[in-house]
């Protein structure tokens, strides 16, 4: 197991799922992705985070975003389980979860903290990038369920800083001013961004999101 880290390009794998064989690579083509983990089938917490996503599928399709979850238990499991997801929830499961039974997942991507369990694998999170480059990593204890709208917000947030010089402040939501990239000069700024900028230090510049 190599540890991962940002800007690491996301290890390839192919695997079982609850709609076949799967490879990453060749699942998320040239779109964005989130492969994320969960302890176990038929838990709580993780009936309400599947859900979640399924009930979010406009939002990640719209941001050109592929789902990809995983747990390590088999393909029979994940299909039953998915039909109490969708009960549960009045969804329809529409990414697949892989059945990581062997580990090999898990372990290529350090999702099982064995002092946190030394079996199930814990709430891992990677934003991966088209260029298959990492871009975020988070990991949550099992008791704690994700907060989908906080990746929706980092997915913004990558996706408008992928493409203007300009990085995203504290609680920033989409469509709310952001800050010029320290590496611009307050200068270059004005010339730069048309909507104007606003010096409150000579290294915190607010400007107005540039894609509205
Ligand atoms: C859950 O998904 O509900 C869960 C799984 C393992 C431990 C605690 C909660």
Redesign the pocket.
Known sequence: MATIRLGDKAPDFTADSSMGEINLYDYLGDSWGILFS???DF?????TELGTTAQFKGEFDKRNVKMLALSVDDAASHKEWIKDINEVNGTTVNFPIIADTDRKVSDLYDMIHPKADDT?TVRSVFIIAPDRTVKLMLTYP??TGRNFYELLRVVDSLQLTANHKVATPANWKNGEDVVVSPSISTKDAVEMFKKGVKEIKPYLRMTPDPTT
């Open positions: 969960h302890p176990a838990t709580p917490v993780c009936t199930l099992a008791s």
